[in-house]
């Protein structure tokens, strides 16, 4: 009926105790406590995710040669995300996918929600680039990129992946309503610009309210009788509070972001991967899946 992917990794983290606090956010768990970071993988395995994705969402080498690390440790760092995600689905069929957020999800300031990094493209297409490099060299399933806010950076990541012979890969846009992105693109410039990428896995939309998630994926669901190529959708909501940058917190009231009724809508529509983000932790993934299995059985 659909694949399940797991859900925010650092609702799960924060489940099993890590400390996430600071620019580093997952990948603090990658120095800190990385058995953490397994057994939080590990729990999104357990709930039934047949999907999960890396802690590389939030940073590349560079963040952690930040800390002090060689060039060399910190490329290590970066793909110990990869080994660890591993060892947490070791004994299953689950796969890996290396996490890929925005350009604006390293610079820990909000803009991976609009779209305005204020530096100059080379600087995003080498942070890409030299990320990606290391990612893909350590083996992942598949790739999964995140929270995008712009149609031309979305271009830019699957230009380098098909530069590196990268692994299939999906394209999930940040959405701030059900035709616009994060950062103004509309919602079908925005697809029409990865659909022609050859190892494309799915194309859709996260980090964004269930309601907005819900009209996004009608919007995109509208494409599969006009000129993009069809492609799978893929959708996973958060759990419908806003991100304040400058307190760094979660405001608002949440939703369930799996009443059934949504979620036979979402496949409906066409969805064929979910799953959740930020604020969805284990029980929420859990409850996905029995929906999914009630409805096949």
């Excluded at 990794?9 to 603090?28: C, F, K, N, Q, Y």
């Excluded at 949504?262 to 929420?284: F, K, M, N, W």
Aim: aromatic share 6%; with cysteine; hydrophobic share 45%.
């Amino acid at each position: 009926m659909f694949t399940v992917i797991d859900g925010g990794l650092s609702t799960a983290l924060e489940e099993v105790g890590a400390d996430i606090s600071g620019p580093l956010w997952t990948a603090r768990a990658i120095i800190e406590s990385p058995d953490l970071l397994e057994r939080a993988h590990r729990s999104f395995v357990e709930a039934g995710s047949d999907i999960i994705a890396t802690a590389s969402y939030q940073c590349g080498a560079n963040e952690f040669e930040s800390l002090g690390m060689s060039n060399n440790d910190a490329s290590a760092a970066l793909a110990s995300t990869v080994t660890i995600a591993r060892r947490a689905v070791r004994g299953s069929s689950v796969r890996v996918a290396a996490s890929v957020g925005p350009f604006g999800a390293m610079l820990a300031n909000g803009s991976e929600y609009n779209g305005r990094y204020g530096v100059s493209w080379s600087a995003v297409e080498e942070y890409h680039r030299s990320k990606l490099r290391v990612l893909v060299d350590a083996g992942a399933d598949l790739v999964a990129v995140e929270t995008i806010p712009l149609a031309d950076e979305a271009r830019l990541i699957a230009e380098i992946l098909e530069d590196l012979g990268a692994p299939p890969a999906w394209f999930s846009f940040g959405a701030a309503s059900g035709s616009l992105t994060y950062g103004g693109d509309t919602l079908v410039s925005a697809v029409e610009a990865v659909t022609g990428y050859a190892n494309l896995v799915a194309v859709g939309v996260n980090c964004a309210h269930p309601d907005v998630v819900d009209a996004a994926v009608e919007t995109i669901s509208g494409l599969s009788n006009g000129s993009p190529s069809a492609a799978p959708i893929i959708a996973y909501p958060n759990h419908g509070r806003s991100w304040d940058a400058a307190s760094r917190q979660w405001v608002g009231v949440g939703v369930n972001s799996f009443e059934t009724s949504r979620i036979e809508a979402l496949v409906s529509r066409g969805a064929t991967y979910i799953g959740g983000c930020c604020g969805v932790g284990t029980e929420g993934i859990a409850r996905l899946v029995a929906i999914r299995d009630d409805a096949v059985a």
